[in-house]
């Protein structure tokens, strides 16, 4: 070093070598991922997917301002995961820091509530008295027009429990989300999703919210959700999917959560094979929602020459007529066969669903409003579980399922396998580990759910009623169809196939009710909302990621199986050795300076004592 600074020119070549490590250092990310499970490291397919963005997206992060530690901790998450896809994507990803309630320009608010107001007024309201009553008429109603906009993108605020002073907390609102836009495109990024977990309170026995361990899912979830946000919005051209209709399919207002789930990342259109020479193969997958009316050979030979043909089908099927509705006017209801004709198509696939209705234990159930007695001439309202209802167990290995909460199902059936030769069957949703299948025809009562019943009877355990199929099929009527009727598919898809000439997929649920929303005289409610409990199970999700999964990219998918490990103290542990790490932390270290005070005086003593 000396020989170099010492060199006519040394000052100049350092200040270069310098200027050069900095540069390779601003151009070149470097990161050294410790962790076991490789949480700071972005998958293969997403690093491809951040490197080839041909527009730019923005993403607008949210979750800003100050949280207790485990919102922080997923604010953390958030940052570095993001700033690690932008070392990938460079200038075609834009992020930003925004807080909710400045989501809608001042401007526009202002714009917004002055047309509002002068609509009332053309109405004939006095709302300028009004407004001299409640003076912060506006600043309110400017803050629902926020909620409300964000409301529409599926941003939903979460009430945060913020303590204060002890024995002291208050509720605020926040939006643990983000806005991903490219061109005019829009998508909305849930940061808080993913399976929610529970522990069990030492101090009163009930089950409580872990929000620790709950945030660690949703953190693990980030980088598929990302990903899947980015890799939608740049399709140049989305998946078109159908929905069946012409034999009893719900069309009114139980389809509005479906239909809007759909749109936000596909094309979608009605079809009715009644009316259709054939389903054409450009959708990419068909929806069949709770039929109600029997199938003629014409169209299920229909369905089956369009998975011939590489169709994919996705099946919500209730075999028994029993419906919640019949119990709200008598107290009891007959549950018995619909007569769909679909089980040798079914079976000829590698499944039958059986005629029967599956029961959970509770409380892997939902609950039910009920009159349990009469005080005072006024009747008593109690949530009560409703086993008919179960909250379906997802598989923790498959990536369409993996990281996610229960499924909400309704007088579902359950399922068995067959063999069917070139089909993989995963089992992706099942009872719980205790339940129980009840025969049918058999009569459901409300009186029944006022005892309780024997827990040993529900002896049965994962009961499959969620079944994808994938391969290559044979067709139902490869060895039926005659001259004519070869003929007839051949004129529109230009073959009549005995069997698929790809490997395509098929999704087989036990529960027509599972994709279909409750609804209000004010509004519909999202599909898996139980009114009861005010909570949206994961049948959206469900629904988004079998979709994703058949029609768009696999390997984005494969994200979900990606885990971060909470690894929490030991809660028991910590309240026994407490005061031994506190005296290890805070009097060890002030023991160790004054040790070496005393050694280092005692060693200058006997140096200069000696000289």
Same mark, same amino acid.
């Given at each position: 070093?000396?020989?170099?600074?010492?060199? $006519?020119?040394?000052?100049?070549?350092?200040?270069?070598?310098? %200027?050069?490590?900095?540069?390779?250092?601003?151009?070149?990310?470097?990161?050294?991922?410790?962790?076991?499970?490789?949480?700071?490291?972005? =998958?293969? *397919?997403?690093?491809?997917?951040? $490197?080839?963005?041909?527009?730019?997206? #923005?993403? +607008?992060?949210?979750?800003?301002?100050?949280?207790?530690?485990?919102?922080?901790? !997923?604010? $953390?998450?958030?940052?570095?995961?993001?700033?690690?896809?932008?070392?990938?994507?460079?200038?075609?990803?834009?992020?930003?820091? #925004?807080?909710?309630?400045?989501?809608?320009p001042a401007e526009t608010r202002e714009q917004m509530f002055f047309d509002f107001m002068n609509q009332q007024r053309r109405m004939g309201y006095n709302v300028d008295s009004l407004l001299q009553v409640q003076p912060n008429l506006q600043?309110?109603?400017?803050?629902?027009?926020?909620?409300?906009?964000?409301?529409?993108?599926? @941003?939903?605020?979460?009430?945060?429990?913020?303590?204060?002073?002890?024995?002291?907390?208050?509720?605020?609102?926040?939006? *643990?989300?983000?806005?991903?836009?490219?061109?005019?495109?829009?998508?909305?990024?849930?940061?808080?999703?993913?399976?929610?977990?529970?522990?069990?309170?030492?101090?009163?026995?009930?089950?409580?919210?872990?929000?620790?361990?709950?945030?660690?899912?949703?953190?693990?979830?980030?980088?598929?959700?990302?990903?899947?946000?980015?890799?939608?919005?740049?399709?140049?051209?989305?998946?078109?999917?159908?929905?069946?209709?012409?034999?009893?399919?719900?069309?009114?207002?139980?389809?509005?959560?479906?239909?809007?789930? &759909?749109? $936000?990342?596909?094309?979608?259109?009605?079809?009715?094979?009644?009316?259709?020479? %054939?389903?054409?193969?450009?959708?990419?997958?068909?929806?069949?929602?709770?039929? =109600?009316?029997?199938?003629?050979? =014409?169209?299920?030979?229909?369905? +089956?020459?369009? &998975?011939?043909?590489?169709?994919?089908? !996705?099946?919500?099927?209730?075999?028994?007529?029993?419906?919640?509705?019949?119990?709200?006017?008598?107290?009891?209801?007959?549950?018995? +066969?619909?007569?769909?004709?679909?089980? +040798?198509?079914?079976?000829?696939?590698?499944?039958?669903?059986?005629?029967?209705?599956?029961?959970?234990?509770? /409380?892997?159930?939902?609950?039910?409003?009920?009159?349990?007695?009469?005080?005072?001439?006024? /009747?008593?309202?109690?949530?009560?579980?409703?086993?008919?209802?179960?909250?379906?167990?997802?598989?923790?290995?498959?990536?369409?399922?993996?990281?996610?909460?229960?499924?909400?199902?309704?007088?579902?059936?359950?399922?068995?396998?067959?063999?069917?030769?070139?089909?993989?069957?995963?089992?992706?949703?099942?009872?719980?580990?205790?339940?129980?299948?009840?025969?049918?025809?058999?009569?459901?009562?409300?009186?029944?759910?006022?005892? @309780?019943?024997? *827990?040993?009877?529900?002896?049965?355990?994962? !009961?499959?009623?969620? &079944?994808?199929?994938?391969?290559?099929?044979?067709?139902?009527?490869?060895?039926?169809?005659?001259?004519?009727?070869?003929?007839?598919?051949?004129?529109?898809?230009?073959?009549?196939?005995?069997? =698929?000439?790809?490997? #395509?997929?098929?999704?087989? %649920?036990?529960?027509?009710?599972?994709?279909?929303?409750?609804?209000?005289?004010?509004? /519909?409610?999202?599909?898996?909302?139980?009114?009861?409990?005010?909570?949206?199970?994961?049948?959206?999700?469900?629904?988004q990621n079998t979709l994703e999964y058949m029609t768009g990219n696999a390997s984005i998918i494969s994200l979900r199986s990606k885990e971060a490990a909470v690894r929490l103290l030991n809660k028991e542990k910590v309240e026994a050795e407490?005061?031994?790490?506190?005296?290890?932390?805070?009097?060890?270290?002030?023991?160790?300076?004054?040790?070496?005070?005393? &050694?280092?005086?005692?060693?200058?003593?006997?140096?200069?004592?000696?000289?």
């Open positions: 070093m000396n020989k170099l600074l010492s060199h $006519k020119y040394g000052w100049l070549l350092l200040l270069i070598a310098l %200027v050069l490590i900095n540069v390779a250092a601003s151009r070149l990310r470097v990161r050294l991922d410790m962790t076991a499970e490789q949480r700071y490291s972005l =998958s293969a *397919p997403t690093r491809s997917l951040l $490197k080839n963005m041909e527009e730019p997206v #923005t993403v +607008d992060v949210l979750l800003t301002g100050e949280f207790p530690a485990v919102f922080r901790k !997923l604010q $953390k998450s958030t940052d570095d995961l993001l700033q690690v896809m932008k070392a990938y994507a460079g200038n075609n990803l834009i992020i930003r820091y #925004t807080d909710a309630n400045a989501f809608i600043a309110e109603m400017m803050q629902q027009m926020i909620s409300d906009s964000l409301k529409a993108l599926g @941003i939903l605020p979460y009430n945060l429990q913020v303590q204060q002073k002890e024995n002291e907390s208050s509720q605020r609102l926040i939006f *643990p989300s983000a806005i991903v836009r490219a061109g005019d495109n829009i998508l909305s990024v849930d940061l808080l999703s993913g399976k929610t977990e529970y522990s069990r309170s030492s101090l009163t026995g009930r089950l409580e919210l872990d929000e620790a361990k709950s945030i660690g899912n949703a953190e693990a979830l980030l980088e598929f959700k990302f990903a899947d946000a980015i890799a939608k919005i740049q399709r140049k051209q989305q998946p078109l999917i159908g929905y069946l209709v012409g034999n009893g399919e719900p069309v009114g207002p139980e389809t509005y959560d479906l239909v809007q789930t &759909v749109e $936000k990342s596909y094309q979608f259109n009605i079809i009715n094979p009644n009316t259709t020479p %054939v389903i054409p193969k450009d959708f990419a997958a068909v929806l069949i929602v709770k039929p =109600s009316v029997p199938f003629s050979d =014409s169209v299920k030979m229909k369905l +089956d020459q369009y &998975v011939m043909q590489g169709g994919k089908l !996705l099946w919500f099927v209730d075999v028994l007529y029993a419906e919640k509705d019949s119990l709200a006017f008598q107290a009891r209801t007959l549950a018995y +066969d619909r007569g769909l004709n679909l089980d +040798d198509l079914l079976f000829k696939y590698g499944v039958r669903i059986k005629r029967d209705l599956l029961q959970n234990l509770p /409380p892997n159930c939902d609950l039910n409003k009920l009159v349990v007695g009469n005080a005072g001439g006024q /009747p008593q309202l109690a949530d009560v579980p409703f086993n008919y209802y179960p909250l379906l167990t997802v598989s923790p290995s498959h990536p369409i399922t993996k990281n996610s909460e229960a499924v909400l199902g309704q007088f579902v059936n359950t399922i068995d396998t067959v063999k069917a030769e070139g089909i993989t069957k995963s089992i992706l949703l099942t009872s719980s580990e205790n339940s129980k299948t009840v025969s049918t025809p058999a009569v459901i009562s409300l009186d029944e759910l006022k005892t @309780i019943e024997n *827990p040993k009877l529900y002896n049965k355990q994962f !009961l499959p009623a969620g &079944v994808l199929l994938e391969g290559t099929f044979g067709s139902l009527y490869g060895n039926r169809a005659g001259a004519d009727m070869r003929a007839y598919f051949e004129k529109y898809y230009g073959s009549f196939l005995t069997s =698929s000439k790809q490997a #395509t997929q098929q999704l087989v %649920v036990a529960d027509g009710d599972m994709v279909l929303n409750g609804y209000s005289q004010e509004q /519909p409610f999202t599909m898996g909302y139980s009114p009861v409990q005010d909570h949206s199970f994961a049948n959206k999700i469900f629904l407490k005061l031994q790490w506190q005296l290890i932390n805070i009097a060890a270290p002030v023991i160790l300076v004054i040790l070496g005070a005393f &050694v280092f005086t005692w060693w200058r003593r006997k140096k200069y004592a000696a000289a």
